[in-house]
């Protein structure tokens, strides 16, 4: 698995571009959600889709959720959903993005705006 996730709050961390193969060690490590916030495509060739993350995930006994959002590009309604996801979802939750800074982004944002489950 990547070693390289970050715990944020108890509740939630983020990770850089996981593999489906990263998706049981995430099961193992205690996690029980995944939302994948890179667009397919972003990363070219190399990077996996979303689709087979996903069902790799539920293979693994996770929740997970496709939202993808573009870097540097963050609307309100982005932040909306996120938050409704992380209230939506078991904990703890693990969001990926490239580098995990966007999901980070989101995170602090959907505190600002007060909405739940992101307390942690």
């Not at 983020?14 to 489906?20: K, S, T």
């Not at 889709?49 to 995930?57: E, W």
């Not at 693990?94 to 307390?119: I, V």
Request: hydrophobic share 40%.
């Amino acid at each position: 698995m990547n070693p390289n996730y970050q715990t944020l709050t108890p509740a939630f961390s983020v990770a850089p571009q996981l593999q489906p193969a990263d998706m049981q060690a995430l099961a193992d490590a205690g996690f029980k959600s995944v939302i994948i916030n890179r667009p397919d495509g972003e990363g070219g060739p190399e990077q996996p889709l979303s689709d087979d993350v996903l069902r790799a995930a539920r293979a693994a006994g996770l929740q997970a959720r496709y939202q993808p959002v573009v870097s540097g590009a963050i609307t309100a309604a982005d932040v909306a959903e996120f938050a409704s996801l992380l209230q939506e979802l078991p904990a703890p939750v693990l969001a990926f993005c490239r580098s995990g800074t966007r999901c980070t982004n989101l995170f602090m944002a959907a505190r600002e705006y007060g909405l739940d489950q992101t307390q942690g």
